[in-house]
């Protein structure tokens, strides 16, 4: 069974930057692509950013791709998403995901995740 367990979230000024972390733990969590996703209250989940399991190919939200770069180290089965010029419109709880789709499956929303990290909170400030 595939555990992800997220870090890096916390608060910070409008402008700023942030990277999250997912750890994956179990041993085929490194063959899986993965992806991150966001969520504020009485709001869908909605998708941010997709690696596939290589790290050769991600996909990106449009409104986000200019600002948020995912990336991935195997060797750590950790994915990162490196997040700048944040605005208060970024902040909400992000989740880390694993497809055992495609990266591309995860960009078409929550349907293809087959597992969920717990959450991290991102808050930035005016």
């Known amino acids: 069974q595939v555990q992800l367990v997220e870090s890096g979230g916390g608060l910070v000024q409008a402008g700023g930057s942030l990277r999250l972390s997912c750890a994956a733990s179990?041993?085929?969590?490194?063959?899986?692509?993965m992806g991150w996703f966001r969520q504020v209250p009485g709001k869908e989940r909605e998708f941010v950013a997709a690696i596939d399991r290589d790290g050769d190919i991600t996909y990106y939200a449009d409104t986000l791709q200019d600002r948020f770069t995912i990336s991935r180290e195997n060797a750590k089965n950790t994915v990162y998403l490196q997040m700048s010029s944040l605005n208060p419109e970024d902040t909400a709880v992000y989740y880390c995901?694993?497809?055992?789709?495609?990266?591309?499956?995860?960009?078409?929303?929550?349907?293809?995740?087959?597992?969920w990290g717990q959450g991290t909170q991102v808050t930035v400030s005016s």
């Open positions: 179990g041993r085929t969590a490194s063959t899986h692509a």
């Open positions: 995901s694993l497809s055992r789709v495609s990266a591309w499956s995860l960009r078409n929303g929550a349907s293809f995740v087959h597992n």
